[in-house]
Antibody, heavy 123, light 111 residues
């Protein structure tokens, strides 16, 4: 079955960077994309961006553009999300999710999710 | 604040039917972009309930159904059960933001 297993919780200082991993199994990795979504304490889900596992094309949300980089390692079926210049409002649970549909036509959804990674940013 | 607005909460007794609205605009739902729905218990992985406005993935009970009209979409839950108590989110694409967006989220309470 499809599984996405994320790396463990992180505690970072303001201004630092964090890199979260997401290891996929149970399907052909390069056939789908991977999206990243976060949820800050008491808030809703927020779409952060997406990466194609076929050609590594990316699209980032406006609110993290310039601070986020999404990458993949197809040899290990692992996707990564790095967020730089961390601020206190980056404290959140970060999820990776398998992306289905056609991302570039606006027809895209998330059909399997990782367990989430808590990133805490302290001053 | 999200461009897709949902009611903060809805409630119903076991066995009843509840609906959750997702109101957008001409740059997202009204532009014809599809709506997808997720069930989420905080601290756990969200679960896809509906994709492409009204399609259920394998394993999702037919108690869950989706619809879309104009600039809004709705999720209906019939035969409400205690296990349905969770947060629910809609998701679509917004051309003004050039990205995907989630709704503000709705907490469903089973009375």
């Amino acid at each position: 079955q499809v599984q996405l297993v994320q790396s463990g919780a992180e505690v970072k200082k303001s201004g630092a960077s964090v890199k979260v991993s997401c290891k996929a199994s149970g399907y052909r990795f390069t056939t789908y994309g991977i999206g990243w979504v976060r949820q800050a304490p008491g808030q809703g889900l927020e779409w952060m961006g997406w990466i194609s596992l076929y050609n590594r094309n990316t699209k980032y949300g406006q609110h993290v553009q310039g601070r986020v980089t999404m990458t993949t390692d197809t040899s290990t079926s692992t996707a990564y999300m790095e967020l730089r210049s961390l601020r206190s409002d980056d404290t959140a649970v970060y999820y990776c999710a398998r992306s289905s549909g056609n991302f570039w036509t606006g027809y895209n959804w998330f059909d399997s999710w990782g367990q989430g990674t808590l990133v805490t940013v302290s001053s | 604040q999200s461009v897709l607005t949902q009611p903060p909460s809805v409630s119903g007794a076991p066995g009843q039917r509840v609906t959750i609205s997702c109101t957008g605009s001409s740059s997202n739902i009204g532009a014809g972009y599809d709506v997808h729905w997720y069930h989420h218990l905080p601290g756990t992985a969200p679960k896809l309930l509906i994709y492409g406005n009204n399609n259920r993935p394998s394993g999702v009970p037919d108690r869950f159904s989706g619809s879309k009209s104009g600039t809004s979409a709705s999720l209906a839950i019939t035969g409400l059960q205690a296990e349905d108590e969770a947060d629910y989110y809609c998701q679509s694409y917004d051309s003004s933001l050039s990205g995907y967006v989630f709704g503000t989220g709705t907490k469903v309470t089973v009375l």
